[in-house]
């Protein structure tokens, strides 16, 4: 366990400057010269050269890349072509925790309803609600979010007039509610579907067949034996859920005015503001490598059976 | 395969396992469902000139916003343009950028790369597996927004420079650049899943006796891959195929939704839905939203449920 663990934790810095150089190599050379996009009408060639000196940019590529990581370990990640003079982290950290909050609120719900959903699946297998449940989790697991919601917004907003459709107030506001709900619907899906099956398999386990023979209640069958070890595999999958997450954060905060890092991305694909894209890029990859490490690890933690070799 | 063995188990002469999944397929209500949408849509995408009454484009001022109505089943947008013949239009930028996508990215570089992964091992599977995670190591479409965000320009300056040189005009403007990146991107990145399954249905089957038994007849590699390895394969790349278009289908609708894509005038469904996506659309002209929107869920929908009907025909033993 411990190689396994040093293999990952050695394997993980390789990963994310791969990362980061594929970020950076698709930015230098994609776009194409960004004092020229800076600059659009001046066009002084000393000026462009002046300014190209100033930022480094006369530098080989490699050395580019080098002095992009060096600034972005310490935060710095340049400054926005579209906000001139704001720094691209400053952009950023503003938003992280808008974003945050609406990501938790989504994942809670996810687990909330997923777990009770997949436990109704597996206690009728093979029945009509098992089948039913089934299709319904393929179905909204695929779907993606701007599909859901404007169906949701009809519901809840037009037809219902229950939840407002705009805005952002924190956490504890009603306006988290809808983008919470849309954003959590692929996690309702993929949860319920993954603890049906996890049921199912440790329903069929002899340690339960043991504690219905020694009387137990049915109630702490459930509670005691099948329901915990039956998560743990929900467990895994919440580092992956990470990644739909962010590409419906994306949608979910334009649709419903949200201030967060998803909302700044689109601002960016937009107005192709390649600083902003790259950081966003760049920490999303971050975020979704470390947390799956810490899943991976996490997961051996809770279940001393699994072997890495 | 071994004559010995089909009568050991009594199964009657000339059925195959494809003939007895076919017919397991074919008695899947689901599947067949799933089937017939998806052959409806893209032949209605495929032969969009013909199956759509108007031109996506042709305007009709006299006529906007109208809600759906027998000469236009969907309505008509604020231009005046036929709903319905925008959304086959939109279907056929689907249907172009999907098989175009899953046939060189899934298929192609995916089944080769997993191959040699599988069946080579030692360094190339290291590579390869390494290169895989890295390209994993970007959550969902992330990759491929960012491959479309940065590298049109190079293309179009590109196919600009091939247009100088060789004399042809109009490729660039034909909106062939859009088409190029956009499944170009989907492909570099659709074809990790792809090898990785390949990849460890050959690591298993490598171990299976008729390879062994092959290879101790003195079967070339060549011969092994093509006449054992290959069809064993076909089962999980079938499903995976069928799952994979329909999430390569919503990738292809976020790129477009995302300004990304296919650029108008073509039509595409991630770009109607963005355009009518505001909440006073909803509540004045919701027609002009919902329909595009159904037909998405539909083809991604019935993707899914036409590749877990194939799962369930070809591996009746999964469930």
């Known amino acids: 366990m411990g190689a396994y663990i040093l293999r990952r934790l050695l394997w993980t810095p390789v990963l994310l400057l791969t990362v980061a150089f594929i970020t950076f190599a698709l930015g230098f050379y994609g776009p194409g010269d960004p004092v020229e996009v800076l600059m659009k009408q001046y066009q002084d060639p000393a000026v462009v050269a002046r300014v190209r000196a100033q930022r480094g940019l006369d530098r080989p590529f490699l050395v580019q890349y080098g002095i992009y990581i060096k600034n972005a370990v310490t935060g710095d990640l340049g400054e926005s072509f579209k906000y001139r003079g704001q720094s691209v982290s400053g952009l950023i950290g503003r938003r992280v925790a808008v974003s945050a909050q609406l990501g ?22 093979g029945r009509w609600q098992d089948t039913g449940i089934i299709s319904a989790t393929l179905l909204f697991y695929a779907l993606p979010v701007f599909i859901t919601a404007p169906f949701l917004l009809m519901l809840f907003v037009l037809w219902l007039g229950i939840l407002p459709s705009h805005g952002w107030g924190g956490f504890f506001d009603t306006r988290i509610i809808m983008p919470a709900l849309v954003l959590g619907i692929p996690g309702v899906a993929f949860i319920a579907r993954m603890s049906r099956n996890s049921i199912v398999e440790v329903l069929a386990q002899d340690y339960v067949r043991t504690a219905r023979a020694k009387g137990l209640t049915e109630m702490m069958v459930y509670w005691r034996h099948v329901l915990r070890n039956a998560m743990i595999p929900i467990f895994t999958v919440l580092g992956m859920g990470l990644a739909t997450l962010v590409t419906g954060a994306i949608i979910v905060e334009t649709y419903f005015g949200i201030p967060g890092i998803g909302r700044l991305a689109i601002d960016a694909f937009f107005s192709r503001d390649y600083p902003v894209i790259m950081a966003f890029t760049l920490l999303i990859a971050v975020a979704y490598v470390v947390a799956n490490l810490i899943v991976d690890i996490g997961y051996r933690f809770l279940d001393p059976r699994i072997r890495y070799d | 395969m071994v004559s010995f063995r089909k009568k050991k188990t009594a199964a ?255 039509p595409s469904l991630g770009a109607m839905i963005f355009d009518n996506g505001d909440i006073s659309i909803l509540r004045t002209t919701p027609y002009l939203l919902l329909f595009p929107v159904a037909t998405v869920a539909i083809i991604i929908f019935a993707f899914n449920l036409l590749g877990d009907a194939l799962n369930d025909a070809l591996n009746p033993r999964a469930r």
């Open chain 1, 104 to 125: 938790l609120a989504a994942l809670l719900l996810s687990v909330i309803l997923g777990i009770p959903v997949g436990l109704l699946a597996a206690l009728r297998q």
């Open chain 2, 12 to 266: 009657p002469k000339g059925r195959s396992l494809w003939v007895y999944a076919a017919r397991r397929f074919a008695r899947s209500k689901k599947g067949m469902v799933c089937l017939a949408i998806i052959v409806l849509l893209y032949g209605a995408g495929i032969f969009a000139p013909l199956a759509a009454p108007q031109h996506y484009d042709q305007q009709n001022l006299g006529i906007t916003l109208r809600p759906p109505s027998a000469d236009h089943p969907f309505g008509t947008d604020r231009l005046g343009r036929d709903m319905f013949s925008r959304i086959i239009y939109g279907i056929r930028t689907t249907v172009i950028v999907t098989t175009a996508a899953m046939v060189t990215g899934g298929l192609l570089l995916g089944l080769a790369l997993g191959l040699i992964s599988g069946y080579f091992g030692r360094w190339a599977d290291n590579l390869i597996m390494r290169v895989g995670e890295v390209f994993l190591a970007f959550p969902d479409i992330l990759l491929v927004i960012l491959i479309a965000a940065t590298l049109k320009p190079r293309v179009t300056e590109w196919v600009l420079n091939m247009e100088a040189t060789t004399g042809i005009s109009g490729v660039a403007r034909s909106g062939f650049v859009d088409y190029l990146v956009v499944f170009g991107a989907l492909a570099v990145v659709s074809w990790v899943g792809m090898a990785r399954v390949v990849r460890g249905q050959v690591l298993s089957l490598k171990q299976s006796q008729y390879i062994m038994a092959a290879r101790a007849l003195g079967a070339s590699n060549g011969r092994i891959i093509v006449h054992h390895i290959f069809p064993n394969l076909l089962p999980p790349i079938i499903v995976l195929v069928s799952v994979g278009m329909g999430s390569i289908a919503g990738a292809e609708v976020m790129l477009s939704w995302l300004g990304l894509g296919v650029q108008p005038p073509v």
